[in-house]
């Protein structure tokens, strides 16, 4: 089973600050992806990677910043937090090849900016 | 673009009946495989069910999808729902590469006794 791993689990923020949000993938996985969860949006692509050093911008990608060093970490950050970015953010994993890749997702964060 | 679009928020159904959970897409690209990605409460959505075949039937756990190219749906049905089902219940495509998966804005399915 693949694993992927977020940290932290929950993070308040205040307005202006800086959040990094951490993601770990343990699979060898080439892509990996920052989903963010709100009601009645769904899973909405923030930024993505094909590998190490990569980053590509997704659906939704203003206010965020993503950083790919190696194959394992993939990072979103926030620099100057917003209230509207609270939310459920998601990473996930998945192999590059076929168009029926499969994800698998990290337990998730939930993030408060106060 | 590609999109995915899930119509009902919330699907509540009694123990024991059948449900079916509408997807409807629109993609540009002909290689494309379609998922159900399926989130229990206070855990990570995990696939479900996949497919890329047209008018080919695929199964799991008691629930069963066929991809209709013709009618661009991919519904998920199940015959006799179970109380363990309730959860929120995501269609999603892959395009080409399968670099980027797009998923709806998902269907919360609420089973009663």
């Known amino acids: 089973e693949a694993a992927v791993t977020q940290s932290p689990r ?9 959040v990094t949000l951490s993601c770990n993938q343990t699979n060898n996985h080439n892509n990996m992806y920052w989903y963010r969860q709100d009601t009645g ?25 993503a950083s790919r060093p190696s194959q394992e970490n993939f990072s979103l950050i926030l620099e100057l937090a917003t209230p509207s970015q609270t939310s459920v ?17 990290g337990s998730g964060t939930r993030l408060t900016v106060l | 673009g590609d999109s ?8 509540t159904v009694t123990e024991g009946l059948p449900v079916m959970l509408n997807c409807t897409y629109q993609t540009a690209y ?21 497919s890329s075949t047209d008018n080919k039937r695929t199964e799991h756990q008691g629930f069963h999808a066929t991809l209709h190219k013709s009618s661009s749906s991919f519904h998920l049905q199940k015959s006799s729902v179970q109380l363990s089902d309730s959860a929120l219940y995501y269609c999603a495509l ?16 609420l089973v009663s006794p």
């Open chain 1, 10 to 18: 929950n993070k308040v923020a205040v307005t202006g600050g800086k």
């Open chain 1, 41 to 65: 949006h769904g899973l909405r692509l923030i930024h993505y990677s094909y590998g190490a050093g990569s980053t590509e911008k997704g659906d939704i990608p203003d206010g965020y910043k």
């Open chain 1, 89 to 105: 953010y998601f990473c996930a994993s998945g192999p590059r090849g076929s168009s029926a890749e499969t994800l698998y997702f």
């Open chain 2, 4 to 11: 995915v679009t899930q119509t009902e928020g919330l699907v």
């Open chain 2, 30 to 50: 002909s290689d494309v495989a379609f998922f159900w990605y399926v989130q229990y409460l206070n855990e990570a959505p995990k696939l479900l069910l996949r």
């Open chain 2, 94 to 109: 892959s395009g080409t590469g399968g670099y980027k998966v797009v998923f709806g804005s998902g269907t919360r399915l």
